[in-house]
């Protein structure tokens, strides 16, 4: 199993976020390589500014993965902007911890250089992704159910 360091920024400023053991499960779920991860949390506002400075998308997103490197190590820091998932998860009926471990997941792939550009390579990344959350004991996030 590869060996994943991890910093997790801004994880006390949302209460109710899973514990670092948890979301550490979850990224190792998704490792391919030794990785140096940071994992930062943040608020819309800062969501909005990092997509607008490095994407030139002015709103927030729920996921950013800044990668650095893909080998030997992955090197990368990967932001979720909370209020947006949050958000996300509520509109369309997901369990929120069951999306939040999907855009890790998503993100930790995107550190490995996984790419949605284009068709195949989109199929590639949701297929990884779909096999990791199943693993996790998490259901298709591409043909999620709805909560009742």
Same mark, same amino acid.
């Given at each position: 199993?590869?060996?994943? !360091?991890?910093?997790?920024?801004? +994880? ?6 899973? #514990? @670092? ?7 190792? #779920?998704?490792?391919? +390589? ?11 506002? *800062? ?9 030139? @998308?002015?709103?927030?997103?729920? $996921? ?8 030997? =190590?992955? =090197?990368?820091?990967? $932001?979720?902007?909370?209020?947006? $998932?949050?958000?996300?998860?509520? *509109? /369309? ?17 995107? !550190?490995?250089?996984? *790419?949605?550009? @284009?068709?195949?390579? #989109? @199929?590639?990344?949701?297929? /990884? ?20």
């Amino acid at each position: 199993m590869p060996a994943l !360091a991890l910093v997790l920024q801004g +994880h006390s400023k949302f209460p109710g976020l899973p #514990a @670092r053991p948890t979301i550490a499960r979850w990224i190792s #779920a998704a490792l391919q +390589h030794d990785a140096d991860l940071t994992l930062r949390f943040v608020d819309a506002r *800062e969501g909005r500014r990092l997509n607008r400075q490095f994407r030139a @998308r002015d709103y927030a997103t729920d $996921v950013l993965t800044f990668a650095y490197a893909h080998a030997p =190590t992955v =090197t990368a820091d990967i $932001v979720i902007c909370v209020p947006v $998932v949050r958000r996300a998860a509520h *509109e /369309r009926g997901l369990i929120l911890r069951d999306h939040l471990a999907h855009l890790i997941v998503h993100g930790t792939l995107h !550190a490995h250089g996984y *790419e949605h550009d @284009r068709p195949a390579a #989109a @199929r590639k990344m949701e297929a /990884r992704e779909v096999g990791i959350l199943a693993r996790l004991g998490i259901g298709n996030p591409y043909r999620a159910t709805p909560r009742r």
